[in-house]
């Protein structure tokens, strides 16, 4: 099981950035996908999740109404959009896939790790 992420990058802020997770999760439309990031000296913590078939969707009240998280069954990935981005956004971000159909909020409950994809927003 592979979970590729992809989309970081060094902006201002107040800019916007796509992040990519593609999975070779063989059950994919069945699995919860969830963003969570980590920055130095913190723990990992949720950022965003998204249900099997993408009808619920979750989100830290750090990104509410500036992310967005969406997935594409059809090519096994899932995305976070985020928008007006902030200095205190900076970290590695992780996608993560749950043996679940609803979104998870712990790390403790995600069995599938990509391998991360910095972001650092400049002031």
């Known amino acids: 099981v592979q979970l590729q992420a992809s989309g970081g990058g060094l902006v201002q802020a107040g800019v916007s950035l796509r992040l990519s997770c593609s999975a070779s999760?063989?059950?994919?439309?069945?699995?919860?996908m969830a963003w969570f990031r980590q920055a130095p000296g913190k723990e990992r913590e949720f950022v965003a999740g998204?249900?099997?078939?993408?009808?619920?969707?979750l989100y830290a009240d750090s990104v509410k109404g500036r992310s967005t998280i969406s997935r594409d069954n059809a090519k096994n990935t899932v995305y976070l959009q985020m928008d007006t981005l902030k200095p205190e956004d900076t970290a590695v971000y992780y996608c993560a896939a749950a043996r679940s159909l609803t979104v998870r909020v712990h790390p403790s409950e995600y069995d599938f790790w990509g391998q991360g994809t910095q972001v650092t927003v400049s002031s």
């Open positions: 999760l063989r059950f994919f439309s069945t699995n919860a």
């Open positions: 998204v249900s099997w078939n993408g009808g619920q969707t």
